[in-house]
């Protein structure tokens, strides 16, 4: 075989893979644009694990096409804090935070916090597992509030978005 037909052989031979790469990248470039963004996750640590947490309940902010999920395990031992880091998406958005602790006599108690009780821009949140002798946490949710009006004219806030993390 001459270098003439070599050279063209191998010419050919990478267009053909140039216009198959071109076509895989056209094909994924359309399917990510025309993709739709998932819902906002969590992200929950304690004593080295790490889980994502998805919504337990998700609705649009006008409570529209509301999509339930479950509730997320993740042990937290006694003297480990459950560490839970916000997407972007949540950051800037009025969330509560529902620490749920038992004590040891059973009665259950919230510890709950908001946007408002943390510097502006807060990413992170540290919930301790034991913030007095005898309580015990045993879940966690957090939710995104928005405001409804009832019938009356009367204003209050409800969750739009939430998700629930289970600790014992």
Same mark, same amino acid.
């Given at each position: 075989?001459?270098?003439?037909? /070599?050279?063209?052989?191998?010419?050919? &031979?990478?267009? #053909?893979?140039?216009? %198959?790469?071109?076509?895989?990248? @056209?094909? /994924?470039?359309?399917?990510?644009?025309? &993709?739709?963004? #998932?819902?906002?996750? %969590?992200?929950?640590?304690?004593? @080295?694990?790490?889980?994502?947490?998805?919504?337990?309940?998700?609705?649009?902010?006008?409570?529209?096409?509301?999509?339930?999920?479950?509730?997320?395990?993740?042990?937290?031992?006694?003297?480990?804090?459950?560490?839970?880091?916000?997407?972007?998406a949540l950051v800037d958005s009025p969330w509560e935070l529902l620490p749920l602790y038992v004590r040891e006599n059973g009665e259950l108690?919230?510890?709950?916090?908001s946007y408002r009780d943390h510097p502006a821009d807060t990413r992170a949140l540290t919930v301790p597992s034991q913030p007095e002798p005898?309580?015990?946490?045993?879940?966690?949710?957090?939710?995104?509030?928005?405001?409804?009006?009832?019938?009356?004219?009367?204003?209050?806030?409800?969750?739009?978005?939430?998700?629930?993390?289970?600790?014992?």
């Amino acid at each position: 075989m001459s270098t003439n037909k /070599v050279r063209t052989t191998l010419a050919l &031979a990478l267009a #053909g893979i140039l216009v %198959l790469v071109t076509a895989t990248a @056209g094909v /994924v470039w359309l399917l990510a644009r025309d &993709a739709e963004p #998932g819902d906002p996750e %969590l992200t929950a640590y304690a004593h @080295g694990t790490s889980v994502t947490v998805p919504p337990f309940r998700y609705c649009t902010v006008r409570m529209q096409d509301c999509r339930q999920g479950e509730t997320v395990f993740l042990e937290v031992p006694t003297g480990n804090p459950l560490q839970i880091s916000l997407p972007d998406a949540l950051v800037d958005s009025p969330w509560e935070l529902l620490p749920l602790y038992v004590r040891e006599n059973g009665e259950l108690v919230e510890r709950p916090s908001s946007y408002r009780d943390h510097p502006a821009d807060t990413r992170a949140l540290t919930v301790p597992s034991q913030p007095e002798p005898g309580l015990e946490l045993v879940g966690v949710e957090l939710q995104v509030m928005i405001i409804a009006i009832d019938e009356a004219g009367n204003e209050f806030p409800i969750p739009h978005a939430v998700w629930s993390i289970k600790t014992a």
